[in-house]
């Protein structure tokens, strides 16, 4: 199983960037899907996951200003993120769950930078 993360970068703040997480290799497609980040001296957490099916959640600090999505044909899952604020700055990983076989697996994260 491969998750390839990509689209992070160096942006303004209030700037916006998409994320994208392309996902190959699990037989059965994959299940819920998510995003995580981890600051500088942070602990990793959970900024946004979809199920198969489309619903969503979302930690309280994106509400509103960050949008996860996916296409089911091609294994991608994308996350818009708009109003970027410098706290958004860290190491974005993106997670899925192989569907049938229940196990989890992570990409290798995708660096945003926000600058004040």
Sequence with gaps: V??????????QAG??????????????GFGDMGWYRQGPGKQRELVARITSGGSTNYADSVKGRFTISRDNAKNTMY????SLKPEDTALYYCNAIMAGLGVSA??????????S
Excluded: E, I, K, Y
Excluded at 4 to 9: L, N
């Design 106 to 115: 992570w990409g290798q994260g995708t660096l945003v930078t926000v600058s």
């Design 2 to 11: 491969q998750l390839q993360a990509s689209g992070g970068g160096l942006v």
């Design 15 to 28: 700037g916006s960037l998409r994320l994208s997480c392309a996902a190959s290799g699990s037989r059965f």
């Design 79 to 82: 996350l818009q993120m708009n």
